[in-house]
């Protein structure tokens, strides 16, 4: 699932009838999960908003973290070959 | 007869577009992305169009106003590579610690969200809810910027 700072609104917007993707969206505007996550980008440069840093997690059934990628740099993130080699793990 | 010293404009459009092109066209695809080389194949071809404008523009012919445009102008191009370096490699660094985010090994914690659908979610459910007939094998969570 992406988790974002946009509401449902623009979610739908966005990422379903622009982008076209099918997976599931949750909005998180307060930060509340972004935040216990430790994922805030205060006052981020370009959108001079507090919103998600990129990171990705594989969670197995139990909730344990398998693999995540919090990267350092703001243009690599996971690729999904990557995301996909980690999936193989699961149980 | 004063001839256009094409090199010089060519060389200075085509640096203005190797930067612009990250941004609008080379950023969406990871292996152009995560290292600029496509950017950096253009940036090649503008600063060999703007050495051979410079070289003729310092003609002992020519005049010192040529000779100021066009060195201007192959400092800008200089100028444009800097700032896609800096912006990726510099500006890109530029994120929060999150140290405290959950390692490999821990429990991810719980969260209640809203998704797309106005539907309240929770990762319990995530978790535990059957997709197809069958046990989910797993989640993948990708937090990600948003469009605000």
Redesign the interface.
């Known amino acids: 699932?992406?988790?974002?700072?946009?509401t449902?609104e623009?979610?739908?917007e966005?990422?379903?009838q622009k982008a076209g993707y099918t997976f599931?969206?949750?909005?998180?505007p307060k930060l509340?999960?972004?935040g216990?996550?430790?994922?805030?980008?205060?006052k981020?440069?370009a959108?001079g908003?507090d919103?998600?840093?990129?990171?990705?997690?594989?969670?197995?059934?139990?909730?344990?973290?398998?693999?995540?990628m919090?990267?350092?740099?703001?243009?690599?993130?996971?690729?999904p070959e990557q995301?996909l080699e980690a999936?193989k793990t699961?149980? | 007869m004063k001839r256009l010293n094409w090199q010089i404009w060519a060389g200075f459009l085509l640096s203005l577009f190797a930067v612009l092109s990250y941004g609008f066209l080379f950023?969406r695809w990871?292996i152009t992305?995560?290292f600029p080389w496509a950017n950096l194949i253009l940036f090649a071809i503008a600063f060999v169009l703007l050495f051979f404008g410079l070289r003729r523009a310092f003609k002992p012919d020519k005049r010192i106003v040529a000779k100021i445009f066009s060195s201007l102008a192959a400092a800008f191009g200089v100028l444009l590579l800097a700032g896609l370096l800096f912006l990726?490699?510099v500006?890109?660094?530029?994120?929060?610690r999150?140290?405290?985010?959950?390692?490999?090994?821990?429990?991810?914690?719980?969260?209640t969200?809203?998704?797309?659908?106005?539907k309240t979610?929770t990762?319990?459910q995530?978790?535990?809810e059957p997709i197809d007939n069958k046990?989910?094998?797993?989640?993948?969570?990708?937090?990600?910027?948003?469009?605000?």
């Not at chain 1, 919103?51 to 995540?68: K, N």
């Not at chain 2, 999150?98 to 969260?111: E, M």
């Open positions: 699932m992406g988790i974002s700072v946009d449902p623009q979610t739908r966005y990422m379903l599931t969206f949750l909005s998180d509340e999960t972004i216990r996550y430790d994922l805030i980008h205060v981020e440069l959108s908003k919103i998600s840093r990129p990171a990705e997690f594989l969670l197995d059934p139990s909730g344990t973290v398998r693999w995540r919090v990267t350092e740099n703001f243009f690599v993130i996971a690729r995301v999936a699961l149980p | 950023v990871p992305r995560e990726i490699y500006m890109g660094s530029w994120l929060p999150s140290a405290a985010a959950p390692q490999v090994g821990q429990k991810a914690p719980a969260f969200l809203t998704d797309s659908n106005d979610v990762l319990a995530l978790l535990t046990p989910p094998k797993g989640v993948l969570l990708i937090f990600y910027r948003g469009y605000w």
